[in-house]
Nanobody, 116 residues
Framework: QVELVESGGGLVQAGGSLTLSCAASRSIFSRNTLAWYRQAPGNERVRVALIFTSGTTVYADSVKGRFTISRDNAKVYLQMNSLTVEDTAVYYC????????????WGQGTQVTVSS
């Protein structure tokens, strides 16, 4: 069973930046599409960024131009700039189904809180 572990969350002022990282317990990233999701209190979990094995990226409109997803064989990253209070949420990395995984694999989540 693969485990994903996120790090880098915390408290930041509006306008600030954070970089999230996600590592896997065994080598799986290189063969799969990876993503970052977030879930704010009372809201559904939504995808904010996606990166294919080719390096092609897709972003939600709400973060386009502010967030950057990147990857190497060991980790997936989410660079978050110009943060707003609306970005406050628990952020989850995921291995997307397809590739070598039949199912979506979730990390445990990391809290990002943006203060005004």
């Amino acid at each position: 069973q693969v485990e994903l572990v996120e790090s880098g969350g915390g408290l930041v002022q509006a306008g600030g930046s954070l970089t999230l990282s996600c590592a896997a317990s065994r080598s799986i990233f290189s063969r799969n599409t990876l993503a970052w999701y977030r879930q704010a209190p009372g809201n559904e979990r939504v995808r904010v960024a996606l990166i294919f094995t080719s390096g092609t990226t897709v972003y939600a409109d709400s973060v386009k131009g502010r967030f950057t997803i990147s990857r190497d064989n060991a980790k997936v990253y989410l660079q978050m700039n110009s943060l707003t209070v609306e970005d406050t949420a628990v952020y989850y990395c995921a291995v997307e189904p397809g590739g070598s995984s039949l199912f979506r694999i979730w990390g445990q989540g990391t809290q990002v809180t943006v203060s005004s």
